[in-house]
Nanobody, 122 residues
């Protein structure tokens, strides 16, 4: 069955960096877009970034442009989100998801990981 497993979250100081990973299995990874989403307490789930299956097209939310970088390794069925210059407002549970449409809309994604907590605090 389809599985997405996020890792790499944690506690980091403002201005610091984290690299999230999303390990995928159970589907033909390179045929599907990968999206990263986040959800803070009391807020709606927000699209952060997405990447196409094989031609490297990427999109970013305005709030993370220039700070976050999405990438993927199709040979190893893994996607990444490099997060630099982190701010307290980046604190959230981060999820990876997969689907056939390259968007930042959660409802376009078919399968989801369980999430990893990112906390930015001094």
């Amino acid at each position: 069955q389809v599985q997405l497993v996020e890792s790499g979250g944690g506690l980091v100081q403002p201005g610091g960096s984290l690299r999230l990973s999303c390990a995928a299995s159970g589907f033909t990874f390179q045929h599907y877009a990968i999206g990263w989403f986040r959800q803070a307490p009391g807020k709606e789930r927000e699209g952060v970034s997405c990447i196409s299956g094989s031609d490297g097209i990427t999109y970013y939310a305005d709030s993370v442009k220039g700070r976050f970088t999405i990438s993927r390794d199709n040979a190893n069925n893994t996607a990444f989100l490099q997060m630099n210059s982190l701010k307290p407002e980046d604190t959230a549970v981060y999820y990876c998801a997969t689907g056939q449409r390259l968007t930042l809309r959660a409802y376009d994604y078919l399968w989801w990981g369980q999430g990893t907590q990112v906390t930015v605090s001094s």
